[in-house]
Antibody, heavy 119, light 107 residues
Framework: QVQLVQSGAEVKKPGASVKVSCKAS????????IHWVRQATGQGLEWMGV????????VYAQKFQGRVSMTRDTSINTAYMELNSLRSEDTAIYFC????????????WGQGTLVTVSS | DIQMTQSPSSLSAFVGDRVTITCRAS??????VGWFQQKPGEAPKRLIY???NLQSGVPSRFSGSGSGTEFTLTISSLQPEDSASYYC?????????FGQGTKVEIK
């Protein structure tokens, strides 16, 4: 069955970087897009961007341009999201989710990774 | 960017009530809207795709409708397990955008 399993919680200091992984199983990573969505505590869902794991092409929300990088390692069926220059407002749960190429987000989501930014 | 304005932000209803949540897009998105349910501590779960298609395994009391700029999610008979937050998502253009969410509580 299709699963997306994310890496564990992280605590980072302001100005640092965090890299969250999303390991796909039950299908070939390259065949579907991977979206990243975050959710601050008590807040709504915020779309960060999407990656085509086959080509490596990405589209980022303008808010994160220059600070986010979405990559993949197809040999281990894993996608990554790296966010740089962290600030306290980046404290949130980060989700990866699968979607058909250039289309919507499906029912397959990772379990979420809590990233806490605190001095 | 396309704004998805979702209303109401919260509602409280009795078991058995009919509940309707609306999303209005700032510009036409055809039928490229999905609806998600999220319970505390869980990842979102897709209920509806392409405006009106019921996700496999989702109870038939959930339905979606709309096209263009106005979309609705309806729960025909509210159940205790439907207590959750609900979000619409447009996938007509980048960036993808979610509505602000609707928190549904059971009276």
């Amino acid at each position: 069955q299709v699963q997306l399993v994310q890496s564990g919680a992280e605590v980072k200091k302001p100005g640092a970087s965090v890299k969250v992984s999303c390991k796909a199983s039950g299908y070939t990573l390259s065949n579907y897009d991977i979206h990243w969505v975050r959710q601050a505590t008590g807040q709504g869902l915020e779309w960060m961007g999407v990656m085509n794991p086959s080509s490596g092409d990405t589209v980022y929300a303008q808010k994160f341009q220059g600070r986010v990088s979405m990559t993949r390692d197809t040999s281990i069926n894993t996608a990554y999201m790296e966010l740089n220059s962290l600030r306290s407002e980046d404290t949130a749960i980060y989700f990866c989710a699968r979607g058909p190429r250039g289309w919507d987000i499906e029912e397959y989501w990772g379990q979420g990774t809590l990233v806490t930014v605190s001095s | 960017d396309i704004q998805m304005t979702q209303s109401p932000s919260s509602l409280s209803a009795f078991v058995g009530d009919r509940v309707t949540i609306t999303c209005r897009a700032s510009q036409g998105v055809e039928n490229k809207v999905g609806w998600f349910q999220q319970k505390p501590g869980e990842a979102p779960k897709r209920l509806i795709y392409v405006a009106s298609n019921l996700q496999s395994g989702v109870p038939s009391r959930f339905s979606g409708s709309g096209s263009g700029t106005e979309f609705t999610l309806t729960i025909s008979s509210l159940q205790p397990e439907d207590s959750a937050s609900y979000y619409c998502l447009q996938h007509s253009s980048f960036p993808r955008t979610f509505g602000q969410g609707t928190k549904v509580e059971i009276k």
